[in-house]
């Protein structure tokens, strides 16, 4: 199974920053790594797909790159309502596969 | 608008069965490759099954592999996940998602889960 390694598991953020976190995958995915965001007490929502792709209506402060086995997302000028749990997820093979994810909090 | 409503979630015993049911609407259900994800009391999320948009096949994590059947009813818009001899490890939300419309594994829509609790 590919494993999926986040960092960090959380992230001491304040509004307005620009913020990135990783995602690494234990082989090459060739680009095959969606982002989810999941709100308290909510169901994920899609980011981006193909690692670099954003999903229609998510707002364009978000960003994904990467290749390989290393991908990223941004954020740039964190809002209140971004804060949240962050996922990947590989898309390449099967079993799909999550990383434990990253938490924002508000400094 | 996408809808997806999961019902069926409870209290369970050890080694009991269960089947949650989710219910589709605002899109063509038999276009989409559907899956079940779940998610353990304050944990991440963990892929659970799939099944393609005609019901011809379907995939399972290992560790549910021969107990839980994923299945699908076109004419009804309705997934099912049957889950036989529950373990406690199980526990989790259950939420239903929709695969990319393009087949991507990604997955573009999820229900509001449902809570499954496996305890005697």
């Known amino acids: 199974d590919i494993q999926m390694t986040q960092s960090p598991s959380s992230l001491s953020v304040s509004l307005g920053d620009n913020v990135t976190f990783t995602c690494e995958a234990s082989?090459?995915?060739?680009?095959?790594l969606a982002w989810y965001q999941q709100k308290l007490g909510k169901a994920p929502k899609l980011l981006i797909y193909?690692?670099?792709n954003l999903e229609d209506g998510v707002p364009t402060r978000f960003s994904g790159s990467g290749s390989w086995t290393n991908y990223s997302l941004t954020i740039s000028s964190l809002e209140p309502e971004d804060i949240a749990t962050y996922y990947c997820?590989?898309?390449?093979?099967?079993?799909?596969?999550f990383g434990s994810g990253t938490k924002l909090e508000i400094k | 608008e996408v809808q997806l409503v999961e019902s069926g979630g409870g209290l369970v015993q050890p080694g009991r069965s269960l089947k949650l049911s989710c219910a589709a609407s605002?899109?063509?259900?038999?276009?989409?490759?559907m899956a079940w994800v779940r998610q353990a009391p304050k944990k991440g999320l963990e892929w659970v099954a799939t099944?393609?948009?005609?019901?011809?096949?379907?995939y399972y994590r290992d560790s549910v592999k021969g107990r839980f059947t994923i299945s699908r009813d076109n004419a009804k818009s309705t997934l099912y996940l049957q889950m036989d001899s529950l373990r406690s490890e199980d526990t989790a939300t259950y939420y239903c998602a929709t695969h990319d419309v393009g087949f991507g594994d990604w997955f573009a829509y999820w229900g509001q889960g449902t809570l499954v609790t496996v305890s005697s």
């Open positions: 099944i393609i948009y005609d019901g011809s096949r379907t």
């Open positions: 193909g690692a670099t």
């Open positions: 082989e090459n995915i060739y680009g095959f």
């Open positions: 605002g899109f063509t259900f038999s276009d989409y490759n």
């Open positions: 997820q590989n898309n390449h093979v099967y079993p799909l596969t």
